[in-house]
């Protein structure tokens, strides 16, 4: 896990700050109470939310006087990147919690969780346990491999034994076994209160075996009932078949005879239809030679009219109506003349114009105008005349083309309804004749079938449906017969199979009560084994594990601290059943508060970083085992202890580390530094130049890995691939 950015808002003493972090040692210096600190807690925050017991309350880190505040960290695992970010706010009541509005970003895609699920998504990311931490109050496995705030480390050191004992057995995971010590009472007391239900049970199930052979008699028993039920059945189906042969046999004559009787109703009725019918249709023939007549006789009423007009009524219609518009236009030419003849009289009169008031000088020429105006009224009245006379010609001529016309569809029609008539007397003779051919039917019939008198023949009908219903009752009660012992035969083998079914239920009893025995047994012999073994095994894992951590623990820790600590009167090792630094000074065991202040820390910041190694050791699949982050680790420490720390860390190796101090002694070897300063009560955070760059760079080193001596002269690379071991670490270039 390497951390990439952060942005904070109204964290603690931080209002608005934003900070991208590289790949590689940095130093967080500013004086005590800049907010380096905040920082820390911001991305822890970040990561698990609120954490009450590990001084993450909502209300410690909500910067007083604001209603919210904000995390928003991003980094990497291997090739995947992710951002997370959190709220705080405060509600009206004034109670601080984490808010809803809280995303996780992973391949670009951001969703929102609640609180607890942003939690499990994150240690399942960093591969911490999910069942242990998604409730805690504190994450001890991050605090102890990734950042451990000083005072808690040196609280390790001054804790009592058993505090700290407990404290790292929860960080090495050996808690788990104290948990299953602490449940073997509790499996003792399931046992114990199993052994006695299947105590209770065996002696509930009683002695099946005994039952058995009793239950197998009546089988027997019932299986030679079946036999001779079986036997009278067969009897019973023989006589049944013969019975329905009879029933067969009567219901054939019944069926023959209905079909005869069927056959001489059917033809009665027709007969009698019949009958009726040519009643009725003779009738209808006089009627219809009286209609013949009738319409014969009118239609010799209907004269024929001869038509004198070589026109259509069509042709006629068109030339009426072209005389009407001759006419109409003579009318017309008549009005104007007659206007024209009074507008001369009255000039004439007047003797001038109306118009003008001229006097007339030529007189006789309006004379001789309106004689020749008279003439040509004359002719107008002429041509009207002759064409009101041409019209009446017209319109009596189409007066009788219509009445032509209509006296011969008068006649077609009553042609047409004479042949009609005619036609349907013609089909009524053939039907009353085809009716007179049924009247001997029913004697042929009754030839037929030999029967003399029909009144007789259909008395037959009562005593042959006598007999039919005799037999079939017979039938029916042979059959009864035989249901009867079918039911019999199934209730028998229905007992069987109940009697076979409470057989094998009762050596299924047997069988479980031979398995509850075993499980007592089993049980009783785990009980025993929980009482003196398990516990002795535990024990005994539990020194192994802490025996193999403590090795390892006290290797770093001794080199760490002597590579801090060069004096020859100072010695110091882990006590294994406990993990406590033991001081020996001038061969004599000395108390942790006897010693100066750097030796308190190089202790302090061994006994961390050792913790750091085991921890990332022991958990190969966290992801946060290439991060590192020490505050405060040179409290006390001389120029000559800081120099010595650039040896730790190099073996060390960690991908990412982040060292916070209120002084810059530690800037010979770091790569960047940010600066913190407090200006109006909120942080700043500058970048600054560290000392890196100034100092000689390394010609040569030693593997972390396997302590070969490797030469880098020329090489500016960061990460070194060992050319023996072929495994790769971080060199933090800085002096040699």
């Known amino acids: 896990m390497l951390l990439e950015s952060v942005k904070i808002k109204n964290i ?94 992973e391949d670009g895609e951001k969703t929102k969780y609640a609180t607890k699920a942003m939690r499990r998504k994150i240690l399942n990311i960093l591969n911490y346990s999910v069942t242990r931490y998604e409730n805690a109050k504190k994450i001890p496995l991050f605090r102890y491999t990734v950042y451990t705030p000083q005072e808690q480390v040196k609280e390790i050191l001054n804790a009592d034994p058993e505090e700290r004992f407990e404290i790292l057995k929860e960080v090495f995971g050996i808690e788990k076994y104290e948990t299953a010590l602490k449940n073997v009472d509790i499996l003792k007391d399931y046992l114990n209160r199993k052994m006695r239900e299947f105590d209770g049970r065996i002696r509930q199930i009683g002695a099946p075996e005994t039952v058995i052979p009793q ?48 056959e001489i109703n059917r033809k009665e009725r027709e007969i009698k239809d019949a009958k009726d019918a040519k009643e009725r249709h003779s009738k209808e023939l006089e009627r219809l030679d009286q209609e013949i007549i009738g319409s014969k006789k009118e239609l010799e009423k209907i004269p024929l009219i001869k038509i004198i007009s ?38 004439l009169k007047k003797g001038k114009c109306s118009l003008c008031g001229q006097k007339i000088h030529e007189k006789e020429r309006f004379e001789e105008e309106k004689k020749e105006i008279l003439d040509k009224i004359e002719e107008l009245s002429t041509n009207i005349s002759n064409l009101t006379e041409k019209l009446n010609n017209f319109d009596a001529d189409i007066g009788k083309l219509r009445e032509s016309l209509q006296n011969k569809d008068k006649r077609d029609s009553m042609e047409r309804l004479i042949e009609e008539k005619k036609k349907r007397r013609t089909d009524l003779q053939k039907l009353v004749n085809e009716l007179d051919k049924d009247k001997h039917l029913i004697s042929s019939i009754l030839k037929e079938y030999d029967i003399k008198d029909l009144n007789e023949f259909k008395k037959q009908e009562q005593e042959i449906s006598r007999k039919f219903q005799d037999q079939k009752a017979k039938h029916q009660q042979v059959k009864m017969g035989k249901d009867n012992l079918d039911k019999q035969i199934l209730m028998e083998k229905k007992d069987i199979e109940h009697l076979e079914n409470t057989i094998n239920e009762l050596k299924d009893l047997i069988t479980l009560k031979k398995e509850l025995d075993e499980n007592i047994k089993y049980m009783n012999n785990l009980k025993n084994f929980s009482s003196i073994d398990f516990p002795n095994l535990i024990r005994d894992i539990e020194k192994k594990i802490l025996a193999a951590s403590a090795r390892q623990f006290n290797q770093y820790f001794k080199e760490w601290f002597k590579t801090l600590v060069d004096v020859e009167n100072i010695e110091v090792e882990i006590r294994p059943e406990d993990f406590q630094p033991i001081i020996i000074v001038n061969g004599h065991e000395s108390p942790f508060n006897d010693l100066s202040g750097g030796e308190k820390s190089a202790l302090s910041l061994a006994y961390r970083l050792s913790l750091n190694k085991i921890i990332n050791e022991r958990y190969q699949e966290i992801t946060t085992k290439d991060l590192l982050i020490l505050d405060e680790p040179t409290d006390g420490f001389s120029q000559q202890q800081i120099n010595r720390m650039q040896g730790i860390f190099t073996k060390l190796n960690m991908g990412q580390m982040i ?53 880098i002269s020329g090489k500016d690379d960061k990460v070194i691939v060992c050319s023996y071991c072929k495994k790769p670490f971080l060199v933090e270039r800085g002096y040699d």
Not at 700 to 708: F, G
């Open 12 to 105: 603690r003493s931080i209002r608005n700050v934003s900070l991208e972090f590289p790949p590689t040692t940095m130093l967080f210096y500013g004086d005590i109470g800049s907010g380096k600190s905040s920082v820390l807690k911001g991305i822890e925050f970040a990561l698990f939310g609120v954490l009450p017991s590990a001084d993450l309350a909502g209300v410690s880190l909500l910067r007083r006087g604001e209603e919210k505040g904000s995390v928003e960290l991003t980094f990497s695992i291997d090739d995947a990147r992710y951002t997370i970010k959190r709220y705080l706010t405060r509600n009206k009541k004034g109670t601080i919690a984490q808010s809803k509005d809280s995303y996780f970003i």
């Open 215 to 262: 239950r197998e008699r009546e089988i027997e028993s019932k299986k030679v009932l079946i036999t001779d039920l079986e036997q009278q059945v067969q009897g019973k189906a023989e006589q049944i078949a013969k019975e329905e042969t009879e029933v067969e046999k009567l219901q054939t004559e019944i069926n023959d005879y209905t079909s005869k009787l069927n």
């Open 310 to 347: 070589k026109f259509s009524e069509q042709e006629l219609k068109q030339k009426i109506k072209e005389v009407r518009e001759k006419i109409s236009q003579h009318d017309k030419d008549k009005a104007v003349i007659n206007q024209k003849i009074e507008d001369i009289d009255d000039l």
């Open 659 to 711: 060292i916070i101090s209120h002084e810059r002694t530690l800037d010979s070897f770091v790569t960047d530094l940010f600066e913190f300063k407090k200006e109006n009560h909120e942080t700043v955070i500058g970048k600054g130049k560290s000392g890196l760059a100034s100092k000689p760079v390394f010609t040569s080193l030693n593997c972390p890995a396997c302590d070969a001596s490797l030469d």
